[in-house]
């Protein structure tokens, strides 16, 4: 297993509040160990190699981020969807429903849906 993707399940879900309005020193602005877990979570995001095995997708789909993080919620997105095959589309979507967020959820389902109606 990856070593980015190990990482990426001691750190678990990522804090929400990521595009928040809040700057420093304001009220409401991430504190700085929050702000070091974002960083090591986007850091480990983006040294997953693709595709990634279905151990490492299982692993993955359980510490999705609950909240948009500035773009880094895609880079994990399309780590998970690097498993898919057109064969295993049941899989696929039982995979999806391990999802612990409805955010990341949602958007792969819709994904893996709008792919199903483009063969049809």
């Known amino acids: 297993m990856q070593e980015a993707v190990l990482k990426i399940g001691t750190l678990g879900a990522p804090p929400e509040g990521f595009e928040g309005d809040a700057v420093p020193g304001e009220e409401g602005f991430p504190s700085d160990e ?24 299982e692993l993955l789909i359980k510490c999705c981020p609950t909240d948009h993080m500035a773009g880094i919620e895609w880079s994990l ?18 995979l999806i429903e391990e999802c612990n967020s409805d955010m990341m959820k949602n958007l792969l389902l819709e994904r893996l849906q709008n792919y199903i109606s483009s063969r049809e």
């Open 34 to 57: 929050t702000l070091d877990l974002w960083e090591a979570y986007q850091d480990a995001v983006d040294s997953i190699t693709r595709p990634v095995t279905w151990e490492e997708a």
């Open 77 to 94: 997105l399309h780590c998970i969807e690097s498993v898919f095959r057109p064969e295993a589309i049941e899989e696929f979507r039982a």
